[in-house]
């Protein structure tokens, strides 16, 4: 029998990671934290005489070289036109480098605290930030990076969960059954929909992922930049209840409108692209389960209740395809 695979950062300790940063020449004062992070691994790591750094290790096998370098230019183009994000530094004319098998690059340290999303001129401005980047995001698109659709996030999600056998027997027909109608809604609210713009995303863009200062907000995480719909980058920063929901899509759109018009056919893909992120991330986890950090992190994982519950969930989900998309206040 061959030896089970090392789990993805085997190898990779504190003092690898110190010796990773000096190989690109900065000189490590033997202070780190380990950022939280289960994608990648994540680490701000002291300079000597100067401020720490933040160091990021890419999971190996994920993204390849060219695809993690797009999203560095497309970060770079972001910052050349001055819109707050955190680009990789260039190191002897790289972004990205390798040491020992592992890929990584190197960040300035940023710091900020949580926006204030209920808060009208908070949801403006990030209104005003979102349309800016989409403006630069029209500007060419992604030859490296996937896009995010039915295909990629939704049937490649359920055919992986299926073959792999993550699915408890006896609930494969009810997840599998449930699991195909929430994607034949999901294809008519695209049809709905019609045919929109697809840009260059964040892709991921859900208040965890933005800091905000005095001086406004700036993005840190550009790792699940896809192709996409504007709206993919709207929806996680709506309020989960009903009530409040058309009065903050209505302040983002404000915003929005400043430096980008606001297709609303893309409303229809609300809760549609909402589906496809929920069978996303349950497949995300089961690839991954190999890493120590996912069994200790999400126990609840892959046990009955937690299957039954995904069931429900996308019941739930098939109902609110089916309803008028949300609009916003007037």
């Excluded at 183009?77 to 955190?86: K, R």
């Excluded at 190197?106 to 401005?125: I, M, N, Q, S």
């Excluded at 964040?202 to 550009?222: A, E, I, K, R, S």
Aim: glycine share 6%; proline share 8%.
């Amino acid at each position: 029998m061959s030896e089970p695979a090392a789990p993805p950062y085997a190898g990779l300790t504190p003092e690898a990671v110190m010796d990773a940063v000096e190989s690109v020449g900065l000189r490590c004062d033997g202070r780190q934290l380990t950022l939280n992070s289960y994608e990648n691994r994540v680490y701000q790591v002291g300079i000597e005489d100067d401020v720490p750094v933040i160091a990021k290790f890419y999971r190996p096998g994920r993204w390849s070289d060219a695809q993690i370098l797009e999203e560095h230019a497309f970060v770079r183009e972001l910052a050349e036109q001055e819109i707050p994000v955190v680009a990789a530094l260039e190191i002897g004319d790289a972004s990205l480098h390798a040491y020992e098998g592992f890929r990584f690059s190197v960040f300035p340290r940023r710091g900020g605290r949580a926006p204030e999303l209920e808060d009208p001129e908070t949801l403006e401005w990030m209104g005003r930030f979102l349309g800016r980047i989409h403006v630069v995001g029209t500007a060419k698109p992604f030859t490296e990076r996937p896009a995010l659709n039915p295909e990629t996030f939704g049937r490649a999600s359920r055919d992986w969960l299926l073959e792999h056998g993550f699915i408890p027997a006896d609930l494969k027909d009810a997840w599998t059954s449930t699991v195909d109608q929430a994607l034949g809604a999901v294809a008519q609210c695209y049809e709905r929909a019609g045919s929109v713009d697809l840009l260059r995303l964040h892709g991921d863009c859900h208040p965890g992922n933005v800091l905000w200062t005095d001086g406004g907000p700036h993005f840190v995480d550009f790792d699940d930049a896809r192709t996409g719909p504007a709206i993919q980058d709207f929806w996680m920063l709506l309020p989960g209840d009903a009530e409040n929901l058309p009065t903050a899509l209505k302040h983002l759109i404000t915003g929005y409108e400043q430096f980008r018009d606001f297709d609303d056919r893309e409303l229809h893909l609300i809760e549609a692209l909402r589906t496809l992120r929920l069978l996303h991330y349950s497949a995300w986890i089961a690839r991954r389960w190999d890493d120590p950090a996912f069994p200790a992190a999400f126990p609840w994982f892959n046990t009955p209740r937690y299957w039954q519950d995904r069931v429900l969930e996308l019941r739930e989900q098939v109902a609110l395809m089916q309803e008028a998309p949300v609009r916003p206040a007037r």
